[in-house]
C-alpha cells in the first residue's frame, strides 16, 4: 500500500496545473477583452502574447495658415510575437478661442483635408482596413505600418471673419478682418487602432 501511494505522489508531482490569461486592451477604444485557458498539460507551453503599441492624439501647431500641410506620423507596432490584423478610424475636433465647437465642414468641404496612407483601404463600416487586393496584411512581429495618416491640410477656400464697426454720426461703416473663421482655433486629430489575431479577423471583423 505504502508503495503505491508513492506512485500516485510521483505521478501528481509530474502534471503541472497552469492557467493562462492573455489580455489585450485597446486605449483609444475603450474596450477591455480577456482571453482565458484552464488546462492541466505535462509539459510546461509557453503561450502567444497578445500585445501592441497604440499612437496617438494629434493638435495642430499654432498659426496653422490656409493651404499649409502637416505631415503627423499614425503608426502601430507589433510588439508581440504573432501576426495581428489592423483596422482604424479617425475622429476631428475644432474648438474656438472661448471653447465653443465649430463644425468640422464647411459647405461642402472639409475644413482639414486629410489623405490617408497606403494601404489603408476605406471599408462600408467606416474603418480603414490595413489591407491590399489580397486583403488584410499581417503585421508581423516588431513590424511597424506605414503612417495611417499620409497628410493633413487646412482648406485654403476658408472665408475671412468680418467685424462691422459703425461711426457715432452713422455715416461710415468699416469692416475689419479678423482671420478666416478659424482664427485661433484649436485642431484635434485623434486616431483609434484596432487590433486583432490575424487568422481569426476575419470572422470577427
Known sequence: MKKLNKTNEK???KKLLIVTIISAFTILGGTLAFFTTHTEIENLVKT???QHN???TWEAPENWQPAEKFTPSFTI???GNIDMALRAKYTEKWTSSDGTDLPTTKGNYNVAIIHTGAYWDLDEDGYYYYRNVNGNIP???NETTQSF???IIFFEGMEATLNKTVS???NTITYTSSGRGYDDAT???TVQFDTFQFDKANSVW
Open 139 to 141: 503585421l508581423k512581429p
Open 54 to 56: 497604440i499612437v496617438k
Open 48 to 50: 502567444a502574447l497578445y
Open 149 to 151: 495618416i499620409e497628410d
Open 11 to 13: 505521478r501528481n508531482k
Open 187 to 189: 485642431y484635434t486629430l
Open 168 to 170: 457715432e454720426d452713422g
Open 77 to 79: 507596432t507589433n510588439t
